[in-house]
Antibody, heavy 116, light 108 residues
Framework: QVQLVQSGAEVKKPGASVKVSCKAS????????MHWVRQAPGQGLEWMGI????????TYALKFQGRVTMTRDTFTSTVYMELGSLRSEDTAIYYC?????????WGQGTLVTVYS | DIVLTQSPDTLSLSPGERATLSCRAS???????LAWYQQRPGQTPRLLIY???RRATGIPDRFSGSGSGTDFTLTISRLEPEDFAVYYC?????????FGQGTKVEIK
């Protein structure tokens, strides 16, 4: 069965970076794009970007461009999302979700807390 | 970016009633590439509808989607207790995808 398993919760100080992983199993990793979506406490869903596991090409939401980097490791079927220059407003649950378009499988989410 | 505006923000209904949720796009959504998700408290989002009107695997037929261009609708024909949740629309017709702000369906 398809599974997306994310890394554990993180606590970071403002200005730091965080790197969240998402390990895929149960399907051919290179056949599906992977998205990252975040959700601040009590708020809605926010699309952050997408990565093509085959070649590593990415598209980021304009809001995060310059601050986010999405990468993948095809040997371990894992995608990564790194967000830099963290501020308190980045406190959220970060999800990976399988594409390429509608998101049919989601990771369990990773809570990133930013506070000093 | 395409902005999706959902209405209403909150819908108060009783079990057994019909729910109609709206999602309006700031510009036409290419190819009817619009999806709907359900999120129950403390859970991850679940895909209900894709390509505007196709039900995802395992989704009951009381959920239906319609629309094209800039106006889309999610209809729940008869609300079950487990349907009280937040619903989001998402467009994937452009290279940068976007979500609506969500509609909460609550028990009246």
């Amino acid at each position: 069965q398809v599974q997306l398993v994310q890394s554990g919760a993180e606590v970071k100080k403002p200005g730091a970076s965080v790197k969240v992983s998402c390990k895929a199993s149960g399907y051919t990793f290179t056949n599906y794009f992977m998205h990252w979506v975040r959700q601040a406490p009590g708020q809605g869903l926010e699309w952050m970007g997408i990565i093509n596991p085959t070649g590593g090409a990415t598209t980021y939401a304009l809001k995060f461009q310059g601050r986010v980097t999405m990468t993948r490791d095809t040997f371990t079927s894992t995608v990564y999302m790194e967000l830099g220059s963290l501020r308190s407003e980045d406190t959220a649950i970060y999800y990976c979700a399988r594409g390429p378009a509608a998101l049919d499988f989601w990771g369990q989410g990773t809570l990133v807390t930013v506070y000093s | 970016d395409i902005v999706l505006t959902q209405s209403p923000d909150t819908l108060s209904l009783s079990p057994g009633e019909r729910a109609t949720l709206s999602c309006r796009a700031s510009q036409s959504v290419t190819g009817r590439y619009l999806a709907w998700y359900q999120q129950r408290p403390g859970q991850t989002p679940r895909l209900l509808i894709y390509d505007a009107s196709r039900r995802a695997t395992g989704i009951p037929d009381r959920f239906s989607g319609s629309g094209s261009g800039t106006d889309f609708t999610l209809t729940i024909s008869r609300l079950e207790p487990e349907d009280f949740a937040v619903y989001y629309c998402q467009q994937y017709g452009s290279s940068r995808q976007t979500f609506g702000q969500g509609t909460k369906v609550e028990i009246k």
